[in-house]
């Protein structure tokens, strides 16, 4: 099924007055989202944020199916959490690593994860394995069948990294950890929105996600799916009185769904908001988001092959939604503030957020203009041609 354009605009209000090229920061929401995030907002200040709360409590609760159905769940799988970063630590940080074991990721892994595996690495004595890359740039998965061995506590990736195109096979990959045991972190703050995920497939136990990116939820959102039938014992890092119950004076049992990885207090019009984007991306279709997505970026692709000072830069067999560039002498970061003072919005990523793919490829940065279902073919042409303007005023 297409997707009808004209409404999905209508429905965006940042489309009347942004080129908006950042969707791998943060997208832009739908007015759907931003009249339920705003409306709970304006409730709690008229009523008071507890009774907010407890008149709520369908919208709040619906968080859990509305998320689990988009990524093949069950909804006692889903925690609410603020980011995929705090999601993601939750998980990686519950587990109990001795000296010896093993954490093997992948070169294009996201910096804030891999300084996770540095300090636990310097804690604990567990050591980090770089599984190497294939001729596409991802995972090479022979390396990592051959690189998991006894000593392997974790398999731990990005599905889609920050700087760039590039989709890492991730059910391959889960087919790996789940024929070796091995546990699998699968990292989905850019996927999730943007293609097809589907846990039950994947075979990932944990998986992380932010709101504000391809679901086009409120900044401050996100969701942790902890798979039941592999992390139920898994005791999470944090407790407080929702994630656990104090039984006894020196007692307390921990809740059994994927709630205890919860905080009790958050942003509950942040949940409201991303319960309505994560409804939004069913009604849509995530088979239609991501076939729009990938003609919208094969169109700015091969638009960007046209200007002869730039080399695109997107790894992979599969390439998505983020499409990244460099440009042969230019500042990115000035280019990139050009280009906004005209409201049109991209970003850089620099190896502050990908050192070992950055530096291993010799590139300080790279352009990223990363498009979602309301961008169409005219904005990429004005997109294109204000570069290239850019460019020639050199
Ligand atoms: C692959 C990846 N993981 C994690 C994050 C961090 O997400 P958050 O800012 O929601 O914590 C990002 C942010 O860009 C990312 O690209």
């Not at 300090?119 to 050591?127: N, R, S």
């Not at 000593?151 to 731990?156: A, M």
């Amino acid at each position: 099924m297409s997707l009808d354009l004209s409404r999905l605009r209508a429905e965006t209000p940042g489309c009347a007055h942004v080129l908006h090229l950042n969707a791998a920061g943060s997208a832009l929401p739908s007015r759907r989202t931003l009249d339920a995030t705003l409306n709970h907002l304006r409730l709690e200040a008229e009523i008071g944020g507890y009774e907010a709360a407890a008149k709520a409590d369908g919208d709040l609760e619906g968080f859990y199916p509305a998320v689990a159905q988009l990524i093949g769940a069950e909804t006692d799988e889903i925690a609410f959490v603020e980011n995929a970063t705090r999601g993601w630590d939750l998980a990686f940080y519950s587990l109990d690593f001795k000296p010896g074991d093993r954490i093997l990721t992948c070169v294009s892994e996201y910096s804030s994860n891999y300084i996770s595996y540095l300090q636990v690495a310097k804690k604990t004595g567990a050591e980090i394995v770089v599984v190497p890359d294939d001729n596409y740039g991802q995972i090479d998965l022979g390396a990592l069948e051959h690189a998991i061995d006894k000593r392997t506590k974790l398999v731990s990736i990005s599905h889609v990294p920050t700087q760039g195109g590039l989709v890492q096979p991730a059910e391959a990959v889960g087919k790996i950890t789940n024929d070796a045991g091995v546990l699998y972190i699968l990292d989905a703050c850019q996927s999730v929105g943007q293609l097809p995920v589907d846990v039950s497939k994947i075979g990932c136990d944990f998986l992380s996600m932010t709101g504000r990116k391809y679901l086009r939820g409120p900044r401050g959102t996100g969701f942790l799916y902890a798979k039941r039938a592999t992390t139920a014992h898994i005791e999470p890092i944090f407790l407080d009185n929702h994630a656990a119950k104090w039984t006894d004076d020196n007692a307390y049992t921990t809740r059994d769904d994927a709630r205890r990885f919860e905080n009790w207090e958050r942003y509950f019009a942040g949940v409201i908001g991303l319960k309505v984007a994560a409804d939004q991306a069913n009604e849509l279709g995530v088979e239609a988001i991501w076939a729009r997505l990938r003609e919208l970026a094969g169109g700015l692709r091969a638009r960007l092959s046209t200007l002869k000072e730039i080399t695109l830069t997107d790894l992979g067999k599969v390439k998505g939604a983020i499409v990244t560039f460099a440009v042969a002498g230019a500042d990115h970061v000035a280019l990139r503030d050009a280009l906004r003072a005209q409201a049109i919005n991209v970003s850089v990523s620099t190896q502050f957020s990908s050192r070992l793919d950055l530096k291993g490829r010799d590139l300080p940065n790279v352009m990223r203009a990363s498009v979602h279902v309301y961008n169409t073919e005219a904005e990429l042409d004005r997109f294109v041609a204000a570069l290239d303007a850019q460019l020639s005023r050199r």
